[in-house]
């Protein structure tokens, strides 16, 4: 059956357990399956994107597909990107009358997509670093992105500062960073340790500095990184 958000409401947490229940699954934390169970965090995350019905959506880990038919309802296309086999099996049933949904089953670092312009997604934490390095290789316009609290402060951390690292000097070199919104951790199920943060990521037309060689001058912020590391453990 469709998810009915105007029905819904609030009520995710409840539609959440059915699903799981209907379906004799349970989340893996292997796999960092917290559900987002608020509709109106949801919401937000659409509102900021600003979608349009000429805009490709990806969204990597669709999980039960509540982002995702919010998405459907808002861009012209939605790349919905999952992973585990058993949620890939339930969005092509809950979602099927969707014609402007193509669901993908796979690892998003190890997988071709089609051309997408934007990203609106809530991935899980343990890809946070390399999903995010993978983005900025891509062409896109604009990410609106969920993250753990303490990864996303490091994206927009001051020089100088602990949190300062070889992310923040990439990501500052390749795109602007500015934080939407702050999510607690009841907002999910199962909870997570942490709490969240919505971000946009927009790349940049042009480097804020020049560098001649870019493969080397993020070797040596690699480098540098790693020894400040060492310095503090």
Not at 201 to 221: G, Q, T
């Amino acid at each position: 059956m469709p998810f009915q958000p105007e029905k819904v409401g609030m009520n995710l947490l409840k539609e959440t357990m059915r699903i799981l229940r209907a379906y004799r699954i349970a989340p893996k934390k292997r796999l960092g399956q917290n559900f987002l169970v608020d509709y109106d965090v949801l919401k937000r995350m659409v509102s900021y994107a600003e979608l349009s019905p000429e805009d490709t959506v990806l969204e990597v880990g669709a999980g039960l597909g509540f982002l995702t038919e919010i998405l459907a309802e808002e861009c012209g296309r939605v790349l919905a990107v999952e992973v585990d086999p058993r949620l890939v099996k339930i969005l092509k049933r809950r979602l099927s009358n969707r014609r402007n949904l193509s669901i993908l089953k796979g690892d998003i670092l190890k997988m071709e997509v089609p051309p997408f312009n934007k990203v609106v997604s809530t991935p899980p934490y343990s890809i946070s670093s390399p999903l995010l390095f993978w983005l900025l290789d891509k062409k896109f316009e604009r990410a609106v992105l969920m993250f753990q609290k303490e990864f996303a402060e490091r994206l927009v951390a001051p020089v100088n500062s602990k949190e300062y690292s070889r992310l923040t000097v990439t990501v500052y070199y390749k795109a602007k960073v500015k934080i939407l919104d702050y999510v607690p951790r009841d907002r999910f199920w199962p909870a997570p340790e942490v709490d969240s943060l919505i971000i946009e990521l927009a790349p940049r037309k042009e480097p804020p500095f020049k560098v001649e060689d870019e493969n080397f001058f993020f070797n040596v912020v690699s480098e540098v990184s790693l020894h400040a590391e060492e310095q503090k453990a």
